[in-house]
């Protein structure tokens, strides 16, 4: 098993940058793709991005694709999720996620084992 916390979250205005983390505990790191997931107010959780075990293959939802930059230390037991020129509709509760069964990241909740709490990012207009 993997326990998953991450930080970084907050309120910040249209246009600023935050970077979220997520520390990863329990098994080897590397053995996990991992994702980042948000759920605004009233909606689905949606996928946001993807990394694969080793870090080299990445995918993003198309609304923040130029925007987002997902990456990972193996070394370290983190992911990370950049987060430049935030929008209002960034706004939203950012989860991330592992999975232990794929060597790549898949795009649906249901494929991710493990799961973060959540953290908050607010985007003021």
């Known amino acids: 098993q993997v326990q998953l916390v991450e930080s970084g979250g907050g309120l910040v205005q249209a246009g600023d940058s935050l970077r979220l983390s997520c520390a990863a505990s329990g098994r080897t790191f590397s053995s996990y793709a991992m994702a980042w997931f948000r759920q605004a107010s009233g909606k689905e959780r949606e996928f946001v991005a993807g990394?694969?075990?080793?870090?080299?293959?990445?995918n993003y939802a198309d609304s923040v694709k130029g925007r987002f930059t997902i990456s990972r230390g193996n070394a370290k037991n983190t992911a990370y999720l950049q987060m430049n020129s935030l929008k209002p509709e960034d706004t939203a509760v950012y989860y991330c996620?592992?999975?232990?069964?794929?060597?790549?990241?898949?795009?649906?909740?249901?494929?991710?084992?493990?799961w973060g709490q959540g953290t908050l990012v607010t985007v003021s207009s």
């Open positions: 990394i694969s075990r080793s870090g080299l293959s990445k």
């Open positions: 996620a592992a999975d232990e069964a794929r060597i790549n990241s898949g795009r649906s909740v249901n494929e991710y084992e493990y």
